[in-house]
């Protein structure tokens, strides 16, 4: 619940951004978020479990399956659907779609559900954390790569941000972790309420810009349905594809709920702060945050529905 709380909170700031599209003047917003950017991954180093991510490291296939999945896999599918869009790779609505597929998994979500599910928790706690840190390389990577081929893209310029923004205080989180980790753990419900708090300036301030150019009006009713249905068709080919491979590779049945849960999760944080590091203020950075939103708000609606079906047989077994 706390969760679709959330998602309420940024459609709110999508009707504040549609309503005063020019911004709240007495904010620098982009300082707030950019300083906002560096402490999420600040938090984020100082929160990870050292124990539990050892705990899950030697359980190497289902992590294998899933960073491909979450790295490879989602990404060319997501290549195959730009003949659905009118301009194909040079269609704004299709590199939205693609930079959904090269984001990472989740992290908090991913664990929950697992643990509701009755699946492999430490190997849901390796891989999400391992996912968030893969993906500050691998989404900008992917990115530079299609637009470099298709547009005015400095991927030297975006290496720099990133470096500054995100590596930065995640090396320097990681290297306090001995020391100030455990209090970050202790106070993890307000640091994840900044996490959100800064998310939902973010995409405030993105769709400001977009609602300014006049950008998310020219999108079609019918345009934004094909997005729908794309995304969640993304979402069933993914979940039991890996239900499918799972059975192949022998995965009993809490290694499968772990490679499902993970596999087919993409990050919203990740997402929005990838879309300010990469993309900075740019018209298009909402319109680039429309296809996370829609996943985001699918995969929280059914994968608390599958995982509240497999805990029912794991509790009748």
């Not at 600040?42 to 294998?64: C, D, Q, R, S």
């Not at 492999?120 to 840190?133: D, E, Q, R, V, Y």
């Not at 977009?210 to 997005?227: D, N, Q, W």
Request: charged share 15%; with cysteine.
């Amino acid at each position: 619940m706390k969760s679709f709380g959330f998602i309420f909170a940024i459609f709110i700031a999508i009707g504040i951004a549609y309503l005063f599209p020019q911004g709240i003047e007495l904010l620098p917003l982009k300082t707030i978020t950019d300083i906002g950017i560096g402490l999420i991954f600040f938090f984020y180093g100082l929160k990870l479990y050292p124990t539990e991510f050892k705990a899950g490291l030697v359980n190497y296939k289902v992590h294998i399956i899933i960073h491909l999945t979450t790295f490879i896999v989602f990404p060319l599918l997501c290549l195959l659907c730009a003949p659905l869009f009118e301009d194909g790779l040079r269609s704004d609505l299709w590199i939205a779609l693609f930079f959904l597929g090269t984001l990472p998994s989740t992290v908090s979500s991913s664990v929950v559900m697992v643990a509701l599910a009755k699946g492999n928790l430490p190997t849901a706690i390796f891989n999400a954390s391992l996912s968030g840190l893969i993906g500050i390389f691998a989404t900008p990577l992917w990115i530079g790569f299609i637009l470099e081929k298709t547009a005015d893209f400095d991927f030297l310029i975006v290496l720099q941000k990133l470096c500054l923004q995100i590596i930065a205080p995640l090396a320097a989180g990681l290297f306090l972790q001995r020391y100030f980790g455990d209090l970050a753990r202790r106070y993890g419900r307000q640091l994840s309420l900044f996490d959100k708090t800064t998310i939902i300036l973010i995409i405030y301030s993105s769709f400001s810009s977009s609602f300014s150019s006049a950008l998310l009006r020219s999108i079609e009713i019918s345009e934004l349905l094909k997005m729908t249905g794309i995304v969640i068709i993304l979402f069933f080919t993914i979940f039991f594809s890996l239900a499918y491979f799972s059975k192949i590779l022998g995965f009993n049945r809490e290694d499968k709920i772990a490679a499902q849960f993970c596999g087919t999760k993409k990050s919203l944080v990740h997402g929005s702060v990838m879309v300010r590091v990469i993309f900075g203020s740019s018209a298009s950075s909402g319109l680039l945050l429309l296809p996370i939103m829609l996943y985001h708000s699918a995969q929280l609606i059914l994968i608390a529905w599958f995982a509240e079906k497999y805990r029912k047989r794991a509790t009748a077994k």
